[in-house]
């Protein structure tokens, strides 16, 4: 270990400084030198803010999980493309046998259906402005023009009924809406009831979309069923 000399200045007692010797390591000046560490190593830099949240993998589709039921009972492949489009709970107003029609979400639900029109289809779907007002339905019926809409098979429940619907803009509030013919029959056949939860789907077929709507209280009605099943079972067991 090398030593070197240095000189401060310390008080005498007649006040007057003087020089006197002070020694310095090799270590001292490697300490001096060295930068203060600290107990975890520092991290590389990144562009990238700590809670920054990957993108989602390619060709993942937005919603919840598919209800397994609609592939096989429709038969689509693995690989054939199935869209979430809404997920709702069922009013008395869509059960209205006067109003007749089932009302879409707003929002990124109409978002989601027009990427799988074409320009005629949403032509045909009064969507080709959606944020364009309609004109009030009162008024066209004045004028002997019917409210029309692009016809979609729809298939309304996990039998795999389908029923053609009409997907229209229906009023004046510009509320995207799926009308039947018969809306009783609709109700009735889909088995649905007010503050039911449903999911709508969609896919492709034939060059037009079609949609499903899949009762998501069904779901958890047969999860019901099946713990209170597996615990009569544990009884007898028992």
Known sequence: MERYCSTSPSETAGGDAEAKPTEITTNDVASALEPASSSAAAAPFSGE?????????????????????????????????????????????DLDLQQGRLSMPHGHAVGR??????????????????????????????RGKKPGGLVV????????????????????????VLK???????????????MDEIQIWAFQRDGGPCLVIHKASDDETTEDATRCGSRRATKQVV
């Not at 209800?67 to 709970?89: M, N, S, T, V, Y």
């Not at 005629?120 to 004045?142: D, F």
């Not at 039947?180 to 007010?194: L, R, V, W």
């Open 49 to 93: 803010p700590a809670d920054a949240v990957p993108p989602p993998a390619a060709g993942h589709q937005p919603g919840p999980a598919e209800p397994g039921w609609i592939r096989e009972k429709l038969g689509l492949q693995p690989d054939h493309p199935l869209h979430f489009i809404a997920e709702k709970r069922v009013q008395r107003t």
């Open 113 to 142: 259906l027009l990427r799988l029109l074409s320009d005629e289809q949403r032509r045909a779907a009064k969507l080709e402005n959606p944020r364009e007002r309609t004109e009030p339905q009162a008024c066209r019926r004045a």
């Open 153 to 176: 098979p729809v298939y309304v429940n996990r039998a795999g009924d389908r029923m053609d619907g009409q997907l229209t803009r229906w009023d004046s509030s510009g509320r995207t």
């Open 180 to 194: 039947f013919g018969d809306h009783g029959s609709f109700i009735n056949t889909s088995g649905m009831e007010a």
